[in-house]
């Protein structure tokens, strides 16, 4: 069985940041991920622009050169592969953690492909895999997708979107812009206050001018091979639909955290940690970037996640 120093799980950008200072420490370390490198931002949309600037993506003082100040996925794709080279980085892709718990001093990992010993491990996993489902008959059905990829196909075609946050709006946008007849279905009472400002405007003109159809106040409550149906401010509607794009956000696995035994606190199910090491509720477990919010998904990102390394490495070494 190969032991290490640090085992982190999740190859996304604050998971190869973690790899990047435990190099720069001496510290012996070992990066996997269940999918390819830099897997969530793999499986973003195709066009997708990040709200921030590639300034506040770098990893590692390396520059993040990209045509306009906020990168596209492409683009932060390329260069978090490039930093991983650039540091001599060896994540293990495809390859998926399936258990870990503590034995006296160690960790014992199991993945999909072998068994690891190691005195410290770092979750940082996310919260793009799982996404947060209406629950609603006919969600299983075919034309229902929860990751939008590209509007080509949906164009020519009855859409609904469902969602008002950014990815509901890009989606919804970029599908009326291929000719598709877009519906957005809106829980709350308007389009959300985090859309990007830049985006802001261009969606509350097409619905102003009746290009894109919204309903607010609205919660699906069935989807049929033709049709979906909600209810708006209380009642029941019907419209003909060939495709539904539920942008209803994703949550982290929370069922691995509870395996790792880690404490779940409140409704937002925050796991337990010090937020000056990262360390969780069991000593030499930490959690890195975007999966420290538990169910408060927009509270953490690359921006504000890439100095977990740091705290965390030091307090190993402390
Ligand atoms: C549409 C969208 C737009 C965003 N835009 C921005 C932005 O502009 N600026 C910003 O700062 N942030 C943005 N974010 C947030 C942020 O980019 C991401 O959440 C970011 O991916 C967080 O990095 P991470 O390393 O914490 O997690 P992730 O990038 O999600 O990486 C987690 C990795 O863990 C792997 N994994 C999961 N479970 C296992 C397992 N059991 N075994 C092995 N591997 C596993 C996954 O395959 C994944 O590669 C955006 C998020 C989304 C969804």
Redesign the pocket.
């Known amino acids: 069985m190969r032991s290490t120093d640090l085992f982190i799980?999740?190859?996304?950008?604050?998971?190869?940041?973690c790899a990047i200072e435990a190099k720069h420490k001496g510290l012996d370390y070992i990066l996997?991920?269940?999918?390819?490198?830099?897997?969530?931002?793999?499986n973003?949309?195709l066009g997708?622009?990040?709200?921030?600037s590639s300034d506040?993506?770098e990893l590692d003082q390396i520059p993040f050169c990209s045509i306009e100040s906020?990168p596209k996925r492409n683009e932060a794709l390329e260069y978090y592969r490039r930093v991983v080279e650039s540091r001599g980085i060896t994540p293990q892709l495809f390859?998926?953690?399936?258990h870990l718990e503590k034995q006296e001093d160690n960790f014992i990992i199991q993945?999909t492909k072998e068994s690891y010993k190691a005195k410290n491990v770092v979750i940082?996993?996310?919260?793009?895999?799982i996404p947060n489902l209406m629950n609603v008959p006919g969600e299983e059905l075919n034309k229902v997708t929860h990751y939008f990829k590209e509007a080509h196909l949906y164009s020519n075609q009855k859409v609904a979107v469902v969602g008002a946050s950014?990815?509901a709006i890009?989606a919804a946008l970029a599908c009326y812009r291929k000719g598709a007849e877009v519906t957005l279905i809106i829980r709350g009472p308007e389009v959300g206050p985090r859309v990007k400002y830049w985006v802001r405007p261009d969606i509350l003109n097409r619905i102003e001018e009746g290009s894109i159809k919204a309903y607010y106040n609205a919660e699906v409550s069935e989807i049929t091979p033709d049709q979906i149906s909600f209810l708006e401010n209380g009642s029941p509607k019907t419209i003909e639909n060939d495709f539904v794009i539920a942008m209803t956000g994703?949550l982290p696995?929370f069922e691995?955290l509870k395996m790792a035994q880690i404490n779940l606190e409140g409704s937002n199910l925050k796991p337990s940690y010090d937020p000056s090491t990262m360390e969780t509720n069991i000593p030499g477990l930490f959690l890195?970037?975007?999966?420290?919010g538990g169910m408060e998904?927009h509270k953490?990102?690359?921006?504000?996640?890439r100095d977990h390394a740091q705290k965390i490495v030091s307090r190993i070494l402390s």
């Open positions: 799980i999740g190859a996304g950008p604050i998971g190869i940041s996997v991920d269940k999918g390819c490198l830099v897997n969530s931002l793999y973003y949309p997708m622009q990040f709200f921030s506040r993506l906020k390859e998926k953690v399936v993945t940082a996993t996310g919260f793009f895999d950014n990815s890009d994703y696995d691995f890195a970037g975007v999966i420290c998904t953490w990102f690359i921006e504000n996640s």
